[in-house]
């Protein structure tokens, strides 16, 4: 069994690289500084599409109440995401910290649009940790419930 990222969280993740790209082409400080988020970013974004984002398409299923046998494949996903959890957040800390030294450098040089970018960047790390993340657990947590008990 598959499991596919929701689709509008897939598409703010696409959009979201494709902003950083424009913000790495600003040049200046702004340039050099979205350079940087975007070599702490990546990595991060491709940690979370391989195993904490795609157990959230779960969600729908097992609100329903539908539970099958193949969806315990996801289980590995989120196990691996309990353990990797603490080194995800430590990555999201210095993502952050990269987006206030563009967010300091886009005002500095008056790019307005780069340090809102990096403002709603700040955020979605935000819902990550607050909602993201810890749904995703959940799901793993409810699926082995369910399976044990089935």
Known sequence: MTFEIPRPLKIEHEELHAELAKATKAGGQTGEAAKAVAKVLHP?????????????????????????????????????????????????????????????AARAENKPDVAQFAEKLILHAQAEEQVSYPTALLVGRYLKAKLAAA
């Open 44 to 104: 991060h974004f491709v940690k979370e599409e391989e195993y904490a984002l795609p157990p959230l398409g779960l969600l729908v299923p097992l609100s329903q109440g539908k539970v099958e046998k193949g969806m315990a494949a996801a289980l590995k996903m989120t196990d691996r995401l309990e353990v990797e959890l603490p080194g995800m957040l430590a990555e999201h800390k210095a993502i952050v910290a990269a987006l206030g030294h563009l967010v300091d």
